[in-house]
């Protein structure tokens, strides 16, 4: 059995690696994206990603900043969440798994997981605002998600919970004993 835990950790692993490196290029190539709409809006067409907001950046500035922003911001947390579970899954002992280290860890995940989803749904709200007076459509794949993304840091800081009384029992037992 313990061949088969160390098996799924090592592809999990390695999962969260190829999501960690797909979401740190998408951040990349968004920043890229935006200094090029500022200084040279013509070769946007052809950068990754092709976000072109430059009729917004003509209209109203501060909105353009604004949902770039946004959306720049979503997209590093995004990198950083899979950072801190390449983090935890590099570090974690399965022979003992309350540790301290993992407590603090998977709290860190609750949080950078609940602020993607609470950034998410103010852009989204704020896109929906800003949808009558500018073309928003392509953004809204930026924050489709950010319900899922509130459960699964309640249901992540629930588990972190559970991990910290764990903690306390494993150390109160290790003071009995």
């Given at each position: 059995m313990k061949k088969f835990d160390n098996l799924v950790f090592m592809v999990l692993y390695i999962i969260a690696w190829i999501i960690f490196v797909g979401l740190s290029i998408e951040a990349g190539g968004l920043i890229v994206n935006f200094v090029f709409s500022i200084f040279k809006p013509e070769f946007v067409g052809n950068l990754y990603q092709k976000l072109d907001l430059t009729l917004m950046y003509q209209q109203n500035v501060w909105a353009f900043y604004g949902m770039y922003s946004f959306v720049l911001f979503i997209a590093v947390f995004k990198a950083m969440l899979f950072y801190s579970v390449i983090d935890l899954l590099h570090k974690i002992d399965l022979a003992k798994p309350f540790s301290s280290f993992v407590s603090k860890k998977i709290l860190q995940i609750?949080?950078?997981?609940?602020?993607?989803?609470?950034?998410?749904?103010?852009?989204?709200?704020?896109?929906?605002?800003?949808?009558?007076h500018f073309e928003i459509d392509k953004l809204n794949q930026f924050w489709v998600d950010s319900e899922a993304f509130i459960l699964m840091a309640a249901i992540v800081y629930v588990i972190a919970l559970i991990f910290k009384k764990g903690i306390e029992i494993q150390n109160e037992n290790d003071l009995t004993v």
């Open positions: 609750s949080y950078f997981t609940f602020t993607i989803g609470i950034f998410s749904h103010i852009a989204k709200q704020i896109a929906k605002y800003l949808s009558h």
